[in-house]
């Protein structure tokens, strides 16, 4: 659930959705694709270190290069991408696009068109640090409610926060 539905998310369900095996399928045909010369995959387990970092996956490559990456899935697809900056509010807690993960890239899948982006991780990060006030202010505030506390989003318009990507590639001195 990404809070547009109402109600309450039930933490447990949606990690047992992201989790889910029959989507093991969709990702390593997702990797493939974008990686050709993947050897193979690993998934990181709940609570290793890799996890506390943001890695959900490790792409061992045939030149021996490793991508580190965080999976994202939503149920539906949407014409946005929710960027999370408040992962617990009773606490405060930094969501996932507030903190400094060890990951190459952000994979953000839609699973009712079975597509996805390969954000990577510092350009989407550049792109957030220099835009997040103003897309704060601008954008839908997703929250999405929990038992004991809710978690806050924006949702980006897809072609906005691409384009913002985009332009972050380009250093101006």
Request: glycine share 4%; aromatic share 12%; charged share 30%.
């Amino acid at each position: 659930m990404d809070g547009r539905t109402g109600g309450m998310n039930n933490f447990t369900e949606d990690l047992k959705f992201s989790q889910k095996a029959s989507h093991e399928d969709f990702w390593n045909a997702i990797y493939k694709k974008a990686f050709p010369t993947m050897e193979w995959s690993k998934i990181c387990k709940d609570n290793s270190q890799g996890q506390k970092l943001g890695i959900d996956r490790i792409i061992y490559l045939s030149s021996g290069k490793i991508i580190k990456i965080d999976e994202k899935k939503r149920r539906k697809d949407y014409e946005d991408i929710l960027l999370e900056f408040i992962s617990v509010d009773t606490t405060n807690a930094p969501g996932w696009m507030e903190k400094d993960l060890l990951i190459d890239f952000l994979a953000y899948a839609f699973m009712e068109s079975k597509q996805c982006y390969l954000f990577p991780w510092e350009l989407l990060r550049r792109a957030w640090m220099h835009f997040k006030n103003e897309w704060k202010n601008k954008f839908k505030i997703i929250t999405a409610e929990n038992e004991n506390y809710k978690t806050h989003s924006v949702a980006v318009p897809t072609n906005i926060l691409l384009s913002s990507i985009k332009n972050s590639m380009i250093i101006q001195l």
